[in-house]
């Protein structure tokens, strides 16, 4: 059984940082792009920032220069969140995409940035 877990969110004040992680276990060995997005209450769940297997790095403009986005293994992969404004508070989900085109979601980790 495939599962995605998330882990280092937080609170932290504006121009802080943090550093998200994700996990993904289980009998998988054909990851293809992975990505964080971010949702607010109310609104859709928006792109942060993918990376593809060769390391293939893509950004919103908003987090683009702030945020990195890392493939740390096959099946880790990391966002390294720096200046961070009130406006990244959000629940940020990894999403991983398999060669079939399969997707697993986890089920996100809080980031709120007070002002």
């Known amino acids: 059984q495939v599962q995605v877990v998330e882990s280092g969110g937080g609170l932290v004040q504006a121009g802080g940082s943090l550093r998200l992680s994700c996990v993904v276990s289980?009998?998988?060995?054909?990851?293809?792009?992975m990505g964080w997005y971010r949702q607010v209450p109310g609104n859709q769940r928006d792109l942060v920032a993918t990376i593809t297997g060769g390391g293939l790095a893509n950004y919103a403009d908003s987090v683009q220069g702030r945020f990195t986005i890392s493939r740390d293994s096959a099946n880790t992969m990391s966002l390294q969140m720096n200046s961070l404004k009130p406006e990244d508070t959000g629940v940020y989900y990894c999403?991983?995409?398999?060669?079939?085109?399969?997707?697993?979601w986890g089920k996100g980790t809080l980031v709120t940035v007070s002002s």
């Open positions: 999403k991983v995409v398999r060669f079939t085109g399969v997707t697993y």
């Open positions: 289980g009998s998988i060995f054909d990851l293809g792009v």
